[in-house]
């Protein structure tokens, strides 16, 4: 079966530029993440949603980053203006815990995509 | 917040040998500690996880052990082999919604 698949791969913006990064969870997957990672370092929170619930959003970095799942399914984590520093790989999860369950679970990552901001 | 260390940032063995990677967590309420692999270019994989009411699990070469009151946990890989050489996270989480990576070590095997 399909995997979590994210694009573009790799994105190159200019300082300034708007970006939108797209994730599509493993089909009836409920839970769905962001994180960021920079190079040499381990994946970072970001936000979490459950359905088209955006829970927590607590690592979001700064105004200029804003994710949406407006059906539950996709996600798109868009940036503003980008700066340098926004420079990373941008991972998806999903997870699927039993209905009516807040035990941790599994997640499944895609392949990133790799932000670079000129 | 949680906040996870991992020793050492890179490890180097011979193949066949063992590999130990050691992690340290803060939030004792943490009670999900999984272990990930990421092979370059790609995302992290899940390779074993443990929860804080068992001590120890095993999975064919992969073992790790958890020590609630010192707030560790180690991955354990015996009988190394070329293809083991990656990346490694450990992670601690307290709820479903979160959890928190520690900052990685890259492992190589040498043949």
């Known amino acids: 079966g399909a995997g979590v698949s994210q694009s573009p791969r790799y994105k190159v913006a200019k300082r300034g530029q708007d970006v939108a990064l797209r994730c599509d969870p493993i089909s009836g997957h409920v839970s769905l993440f962001w994180y960021q990672q920079a190079l040499g370092q381990g994946p970072e929170f970001l936000t979490y949603?459950?359905?088209?619930?955006?829970?927590?959003k607590s690592g979001l970095p700064s105004d200029r980053f804003f994710a949406e799942r407006p059906e539950g399914s996709v996600s798109t984590l868009k940036i503003q203006r980008t700066q340098q520093e926004d420079s990373a790989v941008y991972l998806c999860?999903?997870?699927?815990?039993?209905?009516?369950?807040?035990?941790?679970?599994?997640?499944?990552f895609g392949p990133g995509t790799r932000l670079t901001v000129t | 917040g949680e906040n996870v260390e991992q020793h050492p940032s890179t490890l180097s063995v011979q193949e066949g040998d063992s590999a130990v990677i050691k992690c340290t967590y803060s939030?004792?309420?943490?009670?999900?500690f999984p272990w990930y692999k990421q092979e370059l270019g790609k995302g992290p994989q899940l390779i074993i996880d443990i929860r804080s009411n068992v001590g120890e699990k095993k999975d064919q070469r992969i073992a790790v052990t958890l020590n609630k009151t010192a707030k560790h946990f180690s991955l354990h890989i015996t009988e190394t082999q070329p293809e083991d050489s990656a990346v490694y996270f450990c992670a601690a989480g307290t709820s479903y919604d979160k959890v928190i990576f520690g900052p990685g070590t890259s492992l190589s095997v040498i043949p």
């Open positions: 999860a999903s997870s699927s815990p039993p209905a009516g369950t807040k035990i941790t679970y599994e997640q499944y």
């Open positions: 939030d004792s309420a943490s009670n999900y």
């Open positions: 949603f459950q359905n088209e619930a955006q829970l927590d």
